[in-house]
């Protein structure tokens, strides 16, 4: 069964609908309970990470999500999902994360960036990806984002990258945890693909 966890903070429905393109057993979860007894995981988001991360420890979710990664099973992060994963952001003050890959969400750098450009980054944009079992079938495809924040990791953890300005991290990939930056599920055949793989893996 594959679990997406509804957290106030997750365009389910999109998520939801993208994924029951490829298996009948996918559901939305909402109790830390229901965690272990999944096959795969997604922990989608739009929205603040303070607020995300309060709502995952007040209702035992934080717990259930790092047991599951523990377990080995295949669990991916969207968009606000992926930046939770890392071990903090600097989103409205300092706020600890997941912890689950090394790093830090921080705000796009304009002073590194054209002035024409905008902040959120927001739009259809290019990855340039390394090998990889979710990136089967692709290269370099072109994903759709919206944020204002990127993570910083090390090298080891990175299988996508994307340029707005200057490069920043659009994927990851440590042991079992997989991360996206951009949208697969508004992102058409290519994000559907990342998807497809990732129930396949």
């Excluded at 035992?60 to 080995?72: E, P, Q, R």
């Excluded at 903090?88 to 002073?111: A, C, M, N, Q």
């Excluded at 990889?132 to 290269?139: P, S």
């Amino acid at each position: 069964m594959l679990g997406i966890i509804d957290y106030n903070m997750g365009n389910l429905a999109s998520v939801y609908n993208a994924c029951s393109k490829f298996t009948n057993n996918v559901k939305i979860v909402k109790d830390a309970s229901d965690i272990k007894n999944l096959s795969r995981l997604i922990l989608p988001g739009v929205g603040a990470y303070k607020d995300a991360m309060e709502h995952l420890n007040s209702n035992d979710l934080k717990s259930a999500i790092l047991d599951f990664a523990k377990s080995g099973k295949p669990m991916i992060g969207i968009c606000l999902g992926m930046q939770l994963l890392f071990e903090s952001s600097e989103e409205f003050g300092f706020t600890e994360g997941l912890g689950l890959i090394d790093g830090k969400v921080v705000k796009f750098d304009k002073s590194q960036m054209n002035k024409d450009l905008k902040i959120p980054h927001m739009g259809w944009n290019k990855i340039l990806n390394k090998e990889n079992k979710l990136f089967e079938g692709l290269k370099d495809p072109y994903l759709y984002f919206v944020h204002s924040y990127h993570a910083v990791t090390s090298e080891k953890n990175i299988i996508g990258t994307t340029n707005y300005g200057y490069e920043f991290t659009s994927a990851v990939n440590k042991d079992n945890i997989f991360g996206f930056q951009p949208h697969p599920e508004k992102s058409h055949n290519n994000g559907l693909k990342i998807l497809e793989n990732f129930i396949n893996l």
